[in-house]
């Protein structure tokens, strides 16, 4: 067999594994750690994680020649059991991978241990949890030890073969948690028997219960130097077991979970049993008995003489045998037996010097063929490695149903293989044999198995697919006449799966083709389904307009998807198929532009319409304008023509009644055109309206005018409208007026009752006077003789009061007078104390200690003050300083300058009293008189610290302009970098 080929290798690992401790009795390995027991009494430990080896003397103590029955280890790797026969009986050890001795399990004194099952579920680094002990007189025992405690916690005995006694030659153990507890499932063989126990609770209660109930066992006849069980662990789990009996190798799978019970009770956890017979491991001879057993996921590994014979658990045949180098000193008992690592998943072998390892390369490598040859498809896919493979799968299941005229299905596996047949093949076999629904099948699967990056074959198998489609609809017409009425017939059935196809493969159909497809099969309801589809929505809504659905066209129309310009292409049709529904339509989008609708609108609008019958137009616009509050003049300009149409003019002056457009900041005053809508409603004959129209245009004269012609009280309420104008207002009365007395046709006395009556609605805007030139030249005087008093008396009444306003008026301009008196003699007493608010001096001081105020002469010894009705008190001086220092620079200006002219005046009126001669002294006076009012206005005419002078002083900045050198004084300057040029400051606490 070639090399590269091998499902496993033969590699030796260590020649003198004894170390010269004896010769190799037994094995046992778990997680890369290798236990050897030898023939001295001796227990090797090889380490391979660790790179090291230790050794353990059993045979301590004991005399006489002493061996190493059996040994085992965990899965890993660090609890070890072992048990020495010699001349003074059997004695079990327990160690530790961190003990340097041996502790002796002193309950088993004297009982030859064979096997023992681990609970792998359960077992730690420290302690071995629950195990079960086999012995050589069919004993079990339950047992636990812990490394910190030196020795076995407990040891229970669980149970013992009554019926047949034979030593226990092998155990194997599973737990599974469930939801009532721990169920243990276990199974121990002898020579000729395979036992299985399983319960839930604890080891002790679960074979207790078999006091009471049959043990269940398979017994099959023959002898074999060492019975084995063996289970094969995948992912930390046993999924199938094999017992090397007399007969055979029986083995089977593990299902921990099945619930089958047999008769007695147990449940059964072994499925697919079965017996591989000794003899097909022979060719003709004699069938030669394995002497020891490995299993491996899909093989047997069987050491016969001082070969491995690899059978494969499926088939059962020998894929490999595999070669020891064998030393010449172990030539005479060679190959000892086999071990497995179910941890590391390898597998050793070992003679009494040396240990090989047995290594899996590619066990799987050819089980899809195994798995295939024998019919197990699905399991033959799971082990297929490669594309090439999984078609040979594939293919042979096509042929198989192709031959049995499974058509369907052969299609089905057909469109599966991608590589060792080719898509013509397959086609021309089905059209050869005429089996459209197998061609249909094979390419929809196709489709379903071809990549995004076959775009071309796709469109292609999908395009032959829609048409083998519509050939079985067409033929399903042709064989049946009532398949259309018949709902569950297989014609909707085959409709309906073409649609979904058509869904499916919307984005890989070539459009164009696929439309002429399904025009030329006069397929026009799959033709509208697929346009839907492909989003043309204009063939949609075209279809259903020709159909007269205008409901299913609004419907298509309203999706979120469909250009809105739409809307406005098929506006005109829709309104004239279905008003209603196109109104309903319109008013549900919120984003159509009424305006771009009046021409559909218009076209309405311009068939005759029932009387009673809801103008759906009207209905729109109406909603436009109140609920969209639109702007549109043509909107307004059309629901005005409308309603100017209607027999009842109710709705149109109610419309222009609404005042659309007033009240907008910078917009039209109407949002329709009022001299388009006077035009339509003078062709209309609507007097109402052109007067209402003629109103809100400020043509009042034309709206009275007109309003005369219909109702003079209309005409009264427009005059009256006019409000600020009071000579258009009278003109409009008079106009009203003379309408009135023109019109009256009674007795001449009753139509002058009936003017005068007129006169009092006008709230007194016309007099008798006003209305005398209506009446004609012949009326006599006495009868508009209580009308002419009245008016008299009126005008009497308007007499008297003017000359009590005059009155009214003198008196108080004399009080004026008298109060302007009384404020020269008003004074103000200040005390002796009393400061100035501005230089907190004494107010009344000596002149010679204070400036003498500029422009003042001093009342006596004292310098001139101000006094406000506040309290606050000021030096003429200091108060005309404080007012210019804050006012602006305008009035500042003004102050000084007055200020300036004070001075000089002054100046003149001392040097004439020093002796020279002035010409004008009273016209000085006076000029002086008069500027020191001004100034006394400019600087006094309220407090400066009550007034509107310390208001304004919250504007100014704290630090004043001139005030900058001195706070910039105040400013931190930066750190120096130089630390030698800083100066410290010592500042005194």
């Known amino acids: 067999m070639d090399q590269g080929r091998q499902a496993f290798s033969v590699d030796l690992l260590e020649r003198n ?69 010699g001349v003074g009986g059997a004695e079990t050890f327990y160690t530790h991978t961190k003990w340097p001795k041996p502790r002796v399990l002193s309950r088993l004194k004297g009982l030859v241990v064979n096997a023992v099952a681990w609970n792998r579920q359960q077992i730690t680094e420290v302690s071995t949890k629950e195990i079960i002990v086999g012995t050589q007189d069919g004993q079990l025992f339950e047992m636990a030890v812990d490394e910190k405690d030196k020795r076995e916690k407990y040891i229970k005995f669980l149970f013992e073969l009554d019926e047949l006694p034979e030593a226990f030659k092998a155990l194997q153990m599973e737990t599974a948690n469930i939801s009532s507890g721990m169920r243990y499932y276990v199974m121990a063989v002898t020579p000729t028997r395979l036992y299985s126990f399983t319960g839930i609770g604890t080891l002790e209660s679960v074979f207790a219960s078999y006091k009471e109930r049959a043990v269940h066992f398979m017994e099959l006849p023959g002898e074999i130097p060492n019975s084995e069980l063996h289970f094969y662990i995948k992912q930390r789990r046993a999924v199938h077991f094999a017992w090397l009996s007399g007969t055979g190798i029986y083995h089977g799978g593990l299902n921990f979970g099945a619930q089958h019970s047999y008769p007695n009770g147990d449940e059964n956890f072994v499925e697919n049993k079965a017996l591989l017979d000794y003899s097909k491991l022979s060719d003709g001879t004699e069938a030669v008995k394995p002497g020891s057993m490995a299993l491996s996921e899909y093989h047997f590994l069987l050491l016969i003489g001082n070969k491995v014979k690899v059978v494969n658990r499926i088939s059962e045949q020998i894929i490999e045998e595999l070669q020891f180098d064998i030393t010449s000193d172990s030539v005479v008992r060679g190959i000892i037996g086999l071990c497995s690592d179910a941890s590391a998943g390898v597998f050793y072998a070992y003679d009494q010097n040396s240990i090989f390892q047995v290594s899996v390369i590619d066990e799987g490598r050819d089980m899809w063929k195994v798995y295939l040859d024998l019919k197990v498809y699905a399991a033959a896919l799971a082990n297929c490695r490669d594309p090439l493979q999984r078609d040979q799968v594939y293919l042979v299941q096509a042929e198989a149903a192709f031959t049995n005229k499974e058509y369907l299905r052969a299609a089905s596996f057909y469109a599966k293989v991608n590589y060792v047949i080719s898509f013509e093949e397959v086609t021309l076999k089905f059209i050869s044999i005429n089996e459209p629904e197998a061609l249909r099948t094979f390419l929809l699967h196709k489709l379903d198995n071809l990549s995004k990056e076959d775009k071309c074959q796709i469109t292609m198998i999908s395009t032959w697919a829609t048409e083998l489609y519509l050939d079985k609809i067409n033929r399903l017409l042709l064989e049946d006449d009532t398949a259309i009425e018949n709902r569950d017939s297989e014609y909707h059935s085959v409709i309906q799966e073409f649609r979904a196809f058509m869904s499916d493969c919307k984005d890989v159909l070539d459009e164009a083709t696929t439309m002429k497809l399904l025009e030329s099969y006069g397929r026009v309801e799959e033709l509208v389904y697929f346009a839907n589809l492909k989003e043309q929505y204009e063939i949609v809504v075209h279809h259903y307009i020709q159909q007269g659905e ?80 639109t702007e549109d003049p043509g909107i307004h300009n059309l629901l005005l023509s409308l309603y100017a149409k209607q027999e009842d003019d109710s709705a149109l002056l109610r419309f222009l009644q609404c005042k659309f457009g007033k009240g907008r900041e910078n917009g039209p005053e109407f949002f329709y055109d009022p001299k388009y809508a006077l035009r339509l409603c003078l062709k209309e004959k609507r007097t109402r309206a052109c007067v209402h129209i003629y109103s809100m245009m400020s043509m009042h004269e034309e709206a009275v005018a007109l309003a005369l012609q219909i109702d003079p009280e209309l005409a009264m309420a427009e005059a009256d409208k006019v409000e600020d104008d009071e000579d258009l207002r009278k003109k409009l009365w008079l106009m009203v007026a003379k309408h009135v007395v023109k019109q009256e046709k009674g007795a001449k006395r009753e139509n002058i009752r009936k003017a005068i009556a007129f006169l009092k609605e006008t709230d007194g805007l016309l007099k008798i006077e006003d209305i005398l030139p209506f009446f004609p030249d012949f009326a006599l ?178 630090i004043k302009p001139e005030d900058s050198q001195h706070s910039t004084s105040w400013d931190l300057r930066p750190a120096q970098t130089n630390l030698a040029n800083q100066r410290t400051i010592s500042l005194p606490v």
């Not at 109104?583 to 609108?601: D, F, G, H, Q, S």
């Not at 019958?613 to 304008?625: A, G, P, Q, R, S």
């Open 17 to 85: 594994a004894t170390k010269n401790r004896g010769m190799i009795t037994c094995m046992a390995a778990g997680n890369d750690v290798i236990v050897l027991g030898t023939s001295k009494g001796w227990i090797i430990r090889h380490d391979f994680g660790l790179a090291g080896s230790s050794e353990i003397d059993l045979a301590v103590g004991r005399t006489g020649e002493q061996s190493i029955h059996k040994v085992f280890v965990d899965p890993g790797g660090s609890h070890c059991i072992a048990t020495v026969t």
């Open 550 to 629: 205008a409901k299913k066209a609004l419907e298509v129309l309203q999706k979120s998807s469909v250009s809105v310009e739409l809307q406005y292409k098929f506006a005109p049709e829709l309104i004239m198929l279905d008003a209603y529904e196109t109104v309903e339509a319109w008013m549900a989008n919120k984003n159509l532009n009424p305006r771009r609708l009046i021409t559909a609108m218009m076209r309405y609008s311009s068939e005759p319409h029932a009387k009673n019958e809801t103008h759906e137009v009207i209905k729109y616009l109406e909603f436009c304008v109140h609920r969209l509050h």
């Open 781 to 958: 005087i006495d009868d508009f003789k209580e009308a002419i008093c009245s008016s008299l008396e009126d005008y009497n009444k308007q007499i008297e009061q003017l000359k009590e306003e005059m009155n009214d008026a003198t008196r108080g301009a004399d009080n004026i007078r008298n109060d302007i008196s009384a404020l020269t003699q008003r004074y103000a007493v200040i005390d002796r104390d009393e400061e100035c608010g501005v230089c907190k001096r004494k107010i009344l001081m000596m002149a010679g200690d204070f400036r003498m105020a500029q422009g003042y002469s001093s009342a006596g010894p004292l310098a001139p003050f101000y006094v406000f009705p506040c309290g606050h008190s000021f030096h003429a001086q200091c108060l005309i300083t404080h007012v210019t220092s804050c006012a602006h620079e305008e009035q500042a200006e003004h102050i000084l300058d007055l200020q300036k002219q004070l001075t000089l005046l002054g100046s003149e009126t001392r040097r004439d009293i020093n002796g020279n001669r002035s010409d004008e002294p009273i016209t000085s006076t006076t000029t002086a008189d008069k500027l020191r009012s001004e100034l006394d206005d400019a600087i006094a005419s309220e407090c400066p610290f009550c007034g509107e002078l310390m208001i304004n002083e919250i504007t100014l900045p704290f």
